[in-house]
């Protein structure tokens, strides 16, 4: 899901003593890892409890997982004031009585790698503001961290600058604080203007940024570890950056560095001398791919002039040809190299595929498609194209031998 900013809409409120509904502990502890609450509503759609430590998916953040009264909580739904706790054996949740104490346990390791992601695109959007004035539109935190900029284009040296400035926020080991204030008093303060007037909580990383925003976070950005900016690409007249943080760049650099080592050990070099060589490589292959294009269309040209040779005397020669195997371009390469030497009309077929190809020189014989459409329709394939060459389909085997003997003797018949 994308928030259309970051960490935005309900997920900015403040909780209040007076507020019905589900107490949400991750505002105020997201190292939490688990809890005791009481049942309010239980039934196969889901579980309410009066006190939660379980984030619901808000704000672009995915929601937590993990076990409740021990059964696997599935997904996190924020229903306004309650949280719903979809459970994966649901008539199982239907049996939890109201009123009785359960524990919950959150996924620990789901729960960081997302603090680490939020957190890090919290720097992130600020650094992008601060460096090249550019606003965060939308956020997104799955499988894939992306944010979108509100900016047309961005320049690689500059991700560059952005990277490395983020990074050393990281370094500093700044601290990441939770605090809930009236929206009037700090709006001026904010990264971006909150939504909706009363009280707020704001997540502040010091000296860096500070933003109305639901959502978990570490308690310092030494915490966040790496951040990489994977790629940016622009879509719909913005900028999207892909990033990773934390273990997720760890992991994202173990198997990048594995591949480096592997492949410098392949090639007897230096792993920085790598790039070099896997361009002296691609050069090559793109050097040889051609001469082998080149040789195999002269074979074709000979094969051609071999088949035409071979074929009767006639002023319209009308060559059938089945091949058992065949790539789909040479068949197509090799009807063309035959109809430009002499005036004829190739009907071909690859028995494997059920793939037929008909052509003819120009103005000489019948309209291919035409042709080529009888001799489908007559076991049952389908096929089109124009005057001077068609190709179609029919099934694998037999019916391609029938379907270009049905085109042949309609041909000789004419």
Not at 61 to 74: E, F, I, N, R, Y
């Amino acid at each position: 899901m994308y928030c259309s900013i970051d960490g935005g809409g309900a997920a900015e409120r403040a909780p209040s003593s007076g507020d019905a509904g589900t107490e949400r502990l991750y505002y105020v502890d997201a190292y939490q890892g688990s809890f005791t609450a009481r049942v309010v509503t239980a039934g196969p759609a889901g579980v309410v409890l009066d006190r939660t430590a379980f984030y619901p998916t808000s704000g672009g953040q995915p929601h937590d997982t993990g076990t409740l009264a021990g059964l696997p909580v599935v997904d996190v739904v924020d229903a306004d004031a309650e949280i719903l706790h979809v459970l994966g054996d649901r008539a199982a949740a239907g049996n939890l009585a109201v009123g009785t104490e359960v524990e919950g346990v959150v996924d620990w390791s789901r729960r960081f790698d997302h603090m680490q992601q939020h957190t890090a695109q919290h720097v992130l959007s600020a650094v992008f503001l601060q460096v090249l004035g550019a606003g965060t539109a939308s956020v997104h935190l799955g499988d894939s961290s992306t944010l979108d900029l509100e900016i047309p284009a961005c320049d690689p040296a500059d991700v560059r600058r952005v990277e490395e400035a983020a990074n050393q926020i990281v370094f500093e080991n700044r601290p990441v604080t939770v605090r809930f204030v009236d929206a009037a008093a700090e709006a001026l303060g904010l990264r971006r203007p909150p939504r909706r007037t009363g009280p707020l909580r704001i997540v502040e990383i010091a000296e860096c940024d500070r933003s109305a925003c639901g959502g978990t976070h570490v308690r310092s950005t030494a915490e966040i570890g790496l951040i990489l900016v994977r790629r940016c690409e622009r879509t719909r007249g913005r900028v999207r950056v892909e990033f990773l943080a934390g273990w997720r760049a760890v992991k994202d650099y173990q198997w990048k560095h594995a591949l480096v080592s592997e492949w410098s050990a392949r090639l007897t070099i230096g792993d920085r001398d790598l790039g070099a060589a896997l361009e002296r490589l691609d050069r090559g292959a793109q050097e040889d791919a051609r001469a082998l294009d080149a040789a195999r269309k002269r074979l074709l040209g000979y094969e051609a002039a071999e088949l035409l040779a071979a074929a009767p005397p006639s002023p319209v020669k009308i060559l059938r040809l089945e091949f058992p195997q065949r790539e789909p371009e040479d068949v197509r390469v090799l009807l063309r190299e035959i109809t430009a030497r002499d005036r004829c009309v190739v009907l071909a077929g690859i028995t494997e595929t059920g793939r037929l190809y008909f052509a003819r020189s120009p103005g000489e014989g019948p309209e291919m498609a035409a042709l080529l459409a009888r001799a489908c329709l007559a076991v049952g394939g389908r096929g089109g194209g124009t005057a001077e060459f068609a190709q179609g389909t029919v099934a694998p085997g037999g019916p391609v031998a029938r379907a270009l003997a049905f085109a042949e003797d309609e041909m000789r018949g004419a």
